[in-house]
């Protein structure tokens, strides 16, 4: 009886251990498979700084930004070898501020 309980259990623990180190088990996904960006740039300003709708200083300023605001960098556009713009977005929360917020533009450096 003993015996066949214990071939019972090491069957049933087999059989449900097994499946996570084949191929198709979940276990063998790695971080590197993941689409964690790895070219993330943050600034803080150092001084107020307008964020514009397009790259222009014409273009229409959507906001001020304020010293010590946090912004990540998406992307930069070099105008000429003088002037440069960056593609930012302001550091928010998703779920706790307005949606109609703006939160993408961009600034001169």
């Not at 180190?21 to 964690?36: D, E, R, V």
């Not at 001020?64 to 105008?79: A, C, D, F, Y």
């Not at 002037?83 to 703006?102: G, H, M, Q, T, Y």
Request: charged share 20%; aromatic share 8%.
């Amino acid at each position: 009886m003993i015996k066949t309980l214990l071939k019972n259990f090491c069957l049933i623990t087999f059989a449900l251990i097994a499946p996570i180190t084949l191929p198709a088990g979940g276990i063998q996904k790695s971080l590197n498979q993941n689409k964690f960006p790895n070219n993330t740039n943050e600034i803080i300003l150092s001084s107020n700084t307008h964020l514009y709708s397009f790259p222009e200083i014409h273009a229409k300023e959507l906001l001020v930004l304020e010293v010590g605001t946090t912004l990540s960098v998406l992307r930069n556009w070099q105008v000429s070898e003088s002037e440069i713009w960056v593609r930012v977005e302001l550091a928010s929360n998703k779920f706790l501020d307005d949606p109609n917020k703006i939160k993408k533009g961009w600034i001169k450096m």
